[in-house]
């Protein structure tokens, strides 16, 4: 699994040092320039999958 993500899945390494060193700097501020990244709840429907990951259905 390692191996596949390595050389197959593993596109682009990027070094964001200075974007991470200027996030620092706006949470010492009033962080209204602060970068966020955008989360969103990934619904898993494939019982199969929610086996083999653990999780449980939430059913309304």
Same mark, same amino acid.
């Given at each position: ?9 593993? $596109? %682009? ?6 974007? $991470?060193?200027? @996030? @620092?700097? %706006? ?8 970068? #966020?990244?955008?989360? #969103? $709840?990934?619904? $898993?429907?494939?019982?199969?999958? @929610? %086996? ?9």
């Amino acid at each position: 699994m390692l191996d596949a993500y390595a050389k197959n899945w593993l $596109v %682009n390494i990027e070094d964001i040092s200075d974007f $991470v060193r200027k @996030q @620092q700097k %706006n949470i010492k501020s009033d962080c209204a320039e602060l970068i #966020t990244a955008r989360e #969103t $709840v990934y619904c $898993v429907f494939d019982t199969e999958i @929610q %086996n083999k990951l653990g999780l449980s259905a939430w059913t309304e």
